[in-house]
């Protein structure tokens, strides 16, 4: 196992009940005096547990920034991308919302931090393939049915700046039997175990075919400079095979 590969469960006391699967990406390098320690997150908005659905549970977040010691208390601080991929009356139109939240540590075990699936047969999903941005970043994608199909597993490799790295994220496999034309997508990578962490959070649209992803690029700094550990930009990807051949990554 990728021994900088994190997942869990995600809950909120101020947002939609239940609880959400994530998964990403942490450097190496624990947090000191001296730097911070790079962190990406993907998170899926459907719920696995039983519970009311709404139009949320289409949606995905991407998250990047850092574990930094603050006054010596450790804070996670991250920049959020979430995804709305469709409407929800009374609360948001579809689109991107982006967002600063900190967290700190209430404990040192997880508390029922789930199973990371296994993955099983892909699915032909419209996110599986290979696809390339403009800038040369590529995309290598295979998708997993989670438990009960609540949601897809998105799992591949991106070619970063000439690196080639594995991928974890999620996607809304449900997105096209709900009727939407946008499918949520989140997707986090470490390019090296110094990093940086990136996630990229957005949608399939099935109307043109393209790929546009929110870039959230974070390095570690130090505790004094955290305002300057994420960078934000946006990246719109077209297939351009159908066949996730890890190996085309590097032509």
């Known amino acids: 196992i990728n021994a900088n590969l994190v997942w869990g469960q995600y809950s909120s006391t101020t947002g939609s009940t239940g609880k959400y699967m994530v998964i990403g990406y942490q450097q190496t390098a624990n947090p000191g005096p001296a730097a911070g320690q790079a962190v990406a997150l993907a998170i899926e908005w459907h719920s696995i547990v039983a519970g009311p659905g709404d139009p949320s549970w289409n949606w995905a977040s991407g998250l990047s920034g850092q ?41 040192t075990a997880p508390d029922g931090a789930g199973q990371r699936p296994k993955n099983g047969a892909a699915l032909a999903d419209p996110l599986q393939g290979t696809w390339e941005s403009a800038d040369g970043t590529m995309l290598a994608i295979q998708v997993y049915p989670y438990t009960g199909s609540q949601f897809g597993w998105a799992e591949g490799k991106m070619l970063y700046n000439g690196i080639v790295c594995p991928i974890e994220g999620v996607t809304d496999i449900n997105a096209q039997a709900s009727g939407l034309n946008l499918q949520s997508t989140a997707i986090t990578a470490l390019p090296t175990p110094t990093g940086p962490a990136i996630a990229l959070a957005g949608c399939l649209d099935y109307r043109n075919g393209r790929l546009t992803l929110t870039n959230l690029t974070s390095q570690s700094t130090a505790p004094n400079a955290t305002y300057v550990e994420t960078t934000v930009s946006q990246l719109t990807f077209v297939r351009v095979g159908d066949v996730t051949d890890l190996d085309t990554l590097r032509r």
Not at 75 to 82: D, E, G, K, P
């Open 67 to 107: 574990i930094s010691l603050q006054n010596g208390k450790e804070s996670l601080v991250l920049a959020h991308a979430m995804v709305a991929s469709s409407n929800f009356s009374g609360l948001a139109a579809a689109g991107t919302y982006i967002d600063k939240l900190t967290y700190f540590r209430t404990a």
